[in-house]
C-alpha cells in the first residue's frame, strides 16, 4: 500500500542486471534446487528454490560500464511488468516516433544534397512504486 492507503497492483517480474551478475540472475531464475553450505548450529537448509521462474533476467552492460555515472557492477534492479506499472516512460511530439529527415539541393557553389534529422522526444520517471534498485556489495 502507498502512504495514502491505495494499493498498487502487480508483482515484480523482471530483473534487471549487470554482465557481472548474468550468471547468478540465470542460476535464480531457472536452477529449482539452491545449494547451500551448511553452517555451525545445525540448522536445517532447504534446498528449493522459491524464487525459480519469477523473476525475468535482463542483462543491460551500461549498468557497470564506467564511462556512465552510477555506474555499479555488483547493484540490480527489480521492476513490475510495463503493462501494469511503468517506472520510465518515453513521450513523442505529436505522437511521431520516428525520427523526421529533411532533405534540399545544396547551395549554388556546391554540388550535392542537403540532408539533416532530428526526433523529438523525451524521457522521464514515472512511477517510483514500479521498480527498486539494490545497491548489492556495501
Same mark, same amino acid.
Given at each position: 500500500?502507498?502512504?495514502?492507503?491505495?494499493?498498487?497492483?502487480?508483482?515484480?517480474?523482471?530483473?534487471?542486471?549487470?554482465?557481472?551478475?548474468?550468471?547468478? =540472475?540465470?542460476?535464480?531464475?531457472?536452477?529449482?534446487?539452491?545449494?547451500?553450505?551448511?553452517?555451525?548450529?545445525?540448522?536445517?537448509?532447504?534446498?528449493?528454490?522459491?524464487?525459480?521462474?519469477?523473476?525475468?533476467?535482463?542483462?543491460?552492460?551500461?549498468?557497470?560500464?564506467?564511462?556512465?555515472? %552510477?555506474?555499479?557492477?555488483?547493484?540490480?534492479?527489480?521492476?513490475?511488468?510495463?503493462?501494469?506499472?511503468?517506472?520510465?516512460?518515453?513521450?513523442?511530439?505529436?505522437?511521431?516516433?520516428?525520427?523526421?529527415?529533411?532533405? =534540399?539541393?545544396?547551395?549554388?557553389?556546391?554540388? %550535392?544534397?542537403?540532408?539533416? %534529422?532530428?526526433?523529438?522526444?523525451?524521457?522521464?520517471?514515472?512511477?517510483?512504486?514500479?521498480?527498486?534498485?539494490?545497491?548489492?556489495?556495501?
Amino acid at each position: 500500500k502507498t502512504g495514502d492507503g491505495k494499493r498498487v497492483g502487480g508483482q515484480p517480474t523482471i530483473l534487471l542486471v549487470p554482465p557481472e551478475l548474468e550468471f547468478n =540472475a540465470l542460476r535464480l531464475y531457472q536452477s529449482t534446487n539452491v545449494v547451500a553450505a551448511g553452517g555451525s548450529s545445525g540448522a536445517t537448509i532447504p534446498d528449493g528454490n522459491i524464487h525459480a521462474g519469477k523473476y525475468r533476467p535482463v542483462v543491460v552492460p551500461w549498468l557497470s560500464d564506467s564511462n556512465f555515472s %552510477g555506474y555499479s557492477a555488483t547493484a540490480w534492479y527489480l521492476f513490475r511488468p510495463v503493462t501494469v506499472l511503468a517506472a520510465i516512460v518515453v513521450s513523442f511530439l505529436n505522437g511521431v516516433q520516428t525520427p523526421t529527415v529533411e532533405s =534540399a539541393d545544396a547551395d549554388f557553389d556546391m554540388l %550535392g544534397i542537403q540532408f539533416r %534529422g532530428y526526433h523529438d522526444f523525451g524521457v522521464d520517471l514515472a512511477e517510483f512504486l514500479a521498480g527498486v534498485k539494490n545497491k548489492g556489495a556495501a
